[in-house]
């Protein structure tokens, strides 16, 4: 072949490729977020979460080379309303809702912490309240019907005889600090809450609590990611979180808010976490 020839095909094969590998790009890109959405659980207030999750967002926004914005909800059911209509790229949920949105087909596991959560009966450091034998017929304040908490501390008390609703009544205080001060100043004789919210409490509030049960064990908070966005994609955000979890900033993110480290997750054990979720999503279809 003579060399003006294979010129020519050497040019049209650069040409070629430059216009698949544009091509591939540019449908990687339509596959994920031009901005994506981060949703925070709300165990904690807005305020606190933004201040706590700003350093991790900013991280994952460099290494995804696009905005990350992140949101939270009014109360717990907001928040799962946005997850279940798929409203979160990248969601921060407890391991009940983790299942929840998992089983419903919309996110996959990603990562989670490795902090173990325990849920806490407090009543005021003045009560006479030993055990939670002597809450029979009182008011216990809890966080919200959703919170995994709620459901732990509930089914906790029922192994022990005593039914919501029946041996005792129940005050939903739409989150952990607002369900603590209600036993603070004296509107419930106990509340169920997380004991990472009760170490966030002011010193002034918390001094003047006594814990008087605790859970076991449970999982914290999972990190999901949309099943649309592309294998390669979700592979690249979960390397940028083990990077950011080892980091001297990851590690101060992870330390400031309880959360131990950040190992990969998948599905496995989830289905554990389905006893946790309240009647009416439990048996949702």
């Known amino acids: 072949m003579p060399e003006p020839v294979r010129a020519v095909w050497r040019a049209l094969l650069r040409l070629l490729l430059c216009c698949v590998c544009w091509s591939v790009a540019c449908a990687q890109a339509a596959d994920r977020p031009a901005v994506w959405r981060v949703g925070l659980f709300p165990n904690l207030s807005p305020v606190a979460l933004v201040r706590l999750y700003a350093p991790l967002g900013n991280y994952l926004s460099a290494g995804l080379d696009a905005p990350v914005q992140l949101y939270t909800a009014a109360d717990f059911r907001a928040y799962l309303q946005t997850l279940a209509r798929g409203g979160y790229d990248i969601a921060v949920v407890p391991p009940h809702l983790a299942w929840y949105?998992?089983?419903?087909?919309?996110?996959?596991?990603?990562?989670?912490?490795?902090?173990k959560l325990h849920g806490v009966l407090v009543v005021r450091r003045d009560s006479p309240v030993r055990s939670p034998a002597g809450l029979r017929g009182a008011r216990i304040a809890f966080p919200d019907p959703l919170a995994l908490m709620t459901q732990?501390?509930?089914?906790?008390?029922?192994?022990?005889?005593?039914?919501a609703g029946?041996?005792?009544?129940?005050?939903?205080?739409?989150?952990?600090?607002?369900?603590?001060?209600?036993?603070?100043?004296?509107?419930?004789?106990?509340?169920?809450?997380?004991?990472?919210?009760?170490?966030?409490?002011?010193?002034?509030?918390?001094?003047?609590?006594?814990?008087?049960?605790?859970?076991?064990?449970?999982?914290?908070?999972?990190?999901?990611?949309?099943?649309?966005?592309?294998?390669?994609?979700?592979?690249?955000?979960?390397?940028?979180?083990?990077?950011?979890?080892?980091?001297?900033?990851?590690?101060?993110?992870?330390?400031?808010?309880?959360?131990?480290?950040?190992?990969?997750?998948?599905?496995?054990?989830?289905?554990?976490?389905?006893?946790?979720?309240?009647?009416?999503?439990?048996?949702?279809?």
């Open 101 to 115: 949105a998992v089983d419903r087909g919309g996110y996959v596991p990603l990562a989670r912490y490795t902090a």
């Open 152 to 163: 732990a501390i509930q089914r906790a008390l029922a192994g022990d005889g005593l039914k």
């Open 166 to 285: 029946a041996d005792y009544r129940v005050v939903m205080a739409q989150s952990h600090n607002n369900a603590a001060f209600m036993v603070v100043r004296g509107q419930a004789a106990a509340a169920g809450i997380g004991l990472i919210p009760l170490r966030s409490l002011p010193r002034e509030a918390a001094d003047e609590l006594r814990v008087i049960y605790t859970t076991p064990p449970l999982s914290t908070q999972y990190i999901l990611i949309k099943a649309s966005v592309p294998a390669a994609v979700r592979r690249a955000v979960l390397s940028d979180l083990l990077r950011f979890a080892a980091s001297a900033e990851g590690r101060a993110f992870l330390a400031r808010g309880g959360l131990g480290g950040i190992v990969p997750a998948d599905a496995a054990g989830l289905s554990a976490y389905r006893k946790y979720l309240p009647p009416e999503l439990a048996a949702a279809p």
